[in-house]
């Protein structure tokens, strides 16, 4: 048996690295917080347009979180189960937009929805604008956001061994049956860890909501309006309100299926 104080060093080494990184987490969370602890929180979540923005963030990426779930755990299953033509392809689509600057973002989702396009002409002039309206919010927030989901869902199905799958349907269920009471529970932790990585990636979207959506604003499109015209203690108001938003969906899923065992 290694003697302990021979394996001491190798704990050390993570150890120290891990604190590194966890430090430069929390010290600029902290700094932030110490540099503008004297501004009125309270009143400048009293603004009409803070609070809008708000409420349209608290409105749209719960309905793009929704989309994506719905969507997109189909499309893991189907991922992570099967095998077919152009498999690698459709898992390249699926990455894209996680390695594209969201600005880019915003101009691919443009060159599709904007109003001089087909598709965007069409929408606005049935009355449903998909561009600088709420449904455009959405569009932006679930082309970014919905990647995550796909991916955390997939990881979670491949973690789901195909024999218990196999059993089921030997004693009669069917394929839908046996996706939802064999697969989905069993990757339930990864699911909900897909969840909310899109909400909080949701939420927090700036650069593709701003090319699509200018207005109505969200938070964080807010923020920088703020920051950009009265300076850093304007935005703490709104910035906390993002922060506890977030901090209560984690803290609220952790809650209802438990600490995902990987993401």
């Known amino acids: 048996m290694e003697p302990v104080r021979d394996r001491v060093p190798v704990v050390l080494v993570p150890v120290l690295l891990g604190g590194v990184l966890l430090l430069y987490f ?20 009293g603004d009409p347009v803070t609070r809008d923005a708000i409420a349209t963030s608290l409105l749209t990426a719960p ?11 189909p499309l893991a299953y189907v991922l992570s189960r099967f095998s ?25 989702l ?26 455009g919010i959405v569009l932006a927030q679930t082309f970014v956001a919905a990647p995550f989901l796909v991916i955390t869902a997939k990881a979670g199905f491949d973690d789901v061994d195909p024999r218990l799958e196999e ?11 046996t996706v939802r009471r064999v697969s989905l529970p069993l990757a339930r932790n990864a699911i909900a860890a897909g969840i909310v990585l899109t909400f909080v990636r949701a939420i927090g979207e700036f650069g593709a ?16 309006v703020a920051f950009v015209s009265r300076g850093l203690e304007a935005v703490v108001p709104i910035v906390v309100a993002l922060l ?17 065992k990987r993401f």
């Open 26 to 45: 929390v010290v600029p969370l902290a700094a932030f917080f110490l540099q503008t602890g004297t501004v009125d929180v309270i009143g400048g979540l």
């Open 63 to 73: 309905v793009a979180t929704a989309i994506s779930t719905v969507f997109g755990v």
């Open 84 to 108: 077919f033509r152009g498999k690698r392809l459709v898992l390249a689509a699926v990455l894209v937009p996680l390695v594209l600057p969201p600005v880019v973002g915003g101009a691919v």
């Open 110 to 135: 443009l060159s599709v929805l904007g109003q001089f396009t087909p598709i965007g002409a069409a929408a606005a002039d049935a009355g449903v604008p998909l561009t600088d309206s709420r449904l």
């Open 167 to 177: 059993a089921a349907r030997t004693m009669g269920y069917g394929p839908i049956a």
């Open 209 to 224: 909501t701003m090319m699509v959506a200018y207005n109505p604003r969200t938070m964080p499109t807010r923020i920088w």
């Open 244 to 260: 506890v938003i977030t901090i209560l969906v984690v803290v609220a899923v952790q809650l209802l299926v438990g600490t995902p």
